[in-house]
């Protein structure tokens, strides 16, 4: 049996799959500002940070699920404040919901100013990956996560409703190509 479901363990070609907790695949980024990612008002740019976003959730997906991800989609992204050049931005990212092979994840990105230590929220997003078999490149069962915190419970209902959203809006795309 191929598919998980969201709980501790669940079944994938014959074995069981063992349920990860949120915590183990927490990642976290983070890097200085430089003159070569930033747009001439000196704020770093913002396809720049989508590239960092992209990166440090699938460092979460790839954990949690050991194995190759895909980015499938990225939901809306809005950028609140600009980071600055010299300045320090922080990506965090962690699973919020797996699904059967795919699994969302949060990511809140924040500026750091090493001058006086104020922090800032810059964006929030979510990006769903897909694990991939590594042989086949066809997509695998990914572990269950096991949410413990009222925040993990929270988020991973909240990700329930914008993985509905996420694939109405695929459906309508997939059949206006066709
Ligand atoms: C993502 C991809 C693997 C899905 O393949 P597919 O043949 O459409 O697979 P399926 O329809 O069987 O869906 C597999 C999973 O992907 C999810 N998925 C597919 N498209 C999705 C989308 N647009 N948003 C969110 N999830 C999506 C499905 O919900 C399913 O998840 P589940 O098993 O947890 O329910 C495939 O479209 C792909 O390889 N895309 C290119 C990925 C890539 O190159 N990314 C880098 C950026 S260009």
């Known amino acids: 049996m191929k598919r998980t479901r969201s709980g501790n363990s669940a079944k994938a070609d014959g074995g069981v799959i063992k349920g990860k907790p949120v915590s183990a695949s927490r990642s976290e980024m983070s890097e200085v500002v430089l003159p070569a990612e930033t747009n001439l008002l000196g704020k770093l740019l913002g396809g720049h940070v989508m590239h960092l976003v992209d990166v440090v959730a699938a460092m979460a997906a790839s ?3 050991n194995s190759y991800v895909v980015t499938a989609s990225v939901d809306y992204i809005d950028f609140r404040n600009a980071v600055n050049l010299g300045e320090i931005v922080i990506l965090m990212s962690q699973v919020n919901r797996v699904f059967s092979t795919s699994m969302e994840v949060g990511v809140k990105v924040y500026s750091e100013n090493p ?3 104020e922090r800032k929220h810059t964006t929030t997003a979510y990006v769903t990956f897909v694990a991939l078999d590594e042989f086949s490149k066809t997509p695998r069962a990914v572990p269950p996560l096991i949410v413990k915190t009222a925040e993990e419970k ?8 914008r ?3 996420r694939l109405a809006m695929r459906f309508k795309k997939r059949n206006r190509e066709e």
Not at 155 to 161: L, P
Request: without cysteine; positive net charge; glycine residues 12%.
């Open 115 to 117: 001058l006086t230590g």
């Open 63 to 65: 954990r949690h699920s």
């Open 163 to 165: 993985r509905k959203y």
């Open 154 to 161: 929270r988020r991973w209902r909240e990700a329930g409703a």
